[in-house]
């Protein structure tokens, strides 16, 4: 598992959703990260997703919620690799 594996799915895990019906294995939200150097998250920004979903807005924001869940910070990064992680793209989704 790659160092980015580890990080979609310890956040993934942090996620909280509320119950979904119907079409909820077709949400999706698109969050990008940006790390400060000690790998905190220091912003989380929703850049896209299934936007026309219904849950989508929960969804979201129950996303970023999780990129600063205390249980996941500092993320589990190579601090010596700063360059290459200080901006992360995160996929999630229920599937």
């Known amino acids: 598992m790659s160092i980015l594996d580890r990080v979609q799915t310890l956040l993934q895990n942090a996620w909280r959703l509320p119950a979904l019906s119907g ?3 077709k949400l999706v939200v698109l969050v990008e990260l940006e790390l400060n150097p000690d790998a905190t998250v220091a912003r ?15 969804a ?3 996303a ?3 990129a600063f869940d205390p249980s996941c910070n500092p993320l589990p990064l190579p601090l010596d690799q700063y360059h290459k992680w200080k901006k992360l793209r995160i996929h999630f989704s229920p599937q």
């Open 64 to 66: 970023v919620a999780a």
């Open 23 to 25: 079409n909820g294995e």
């Open 44 to 58: 989380a920004t929703i850049v896209g997703g299934t936007t026309n979903h219904p849950a989508y807005a929960i």
């Open 60 to 62: 979201a924001e129950s």
